[in-house]
């Protein structure tokens, strides 16, 4: 394959090796000098990891998380992960999407208002969570 974009697929898995099987295998499948886009759950995001120490039948009650997290890591663990499987990394940086701890609640209470005011609002409150890349969670 000339690429390969994988975005936040092999942080469902459970355990560091399966992780590294499946790097291992984007590595094989990938020709020299392909492209892989890589996202993961970033670890170093407070937000995140404490996400992944609640337990999935609480976060998936609650609407927060509809699927199982598995194992994820920091921009440097990660870093080091990929270039194990044998990547040369050009590139790593962070973005943090509107957390979903704060998002999913405020849009499912605020959905029932139907205004396109609110929904306005929202989509800028929204995209104001992007401006926190430069936070340390980002290295």
Known sequence: MD?????STLDHFESPDDVATSLGELFRVLRPGGILVLTLDNLANPVVA????LPFRLTHAIGLVPYPTGTTYGPRAAQERVGAA??????CTTIMHAPRVLAIPLMNALAALRSSRVSAVLSRMAMAFETLQGLPSRL
Do not use: C, D, P, T
């Open 86 to 91: 044998g990547f040369e990394i050009a590139e």
């Open 3 to 7: 690429a390969i974009v994988s975005l």
């Open 50 to 53: 404490l996400r992944n120490r």
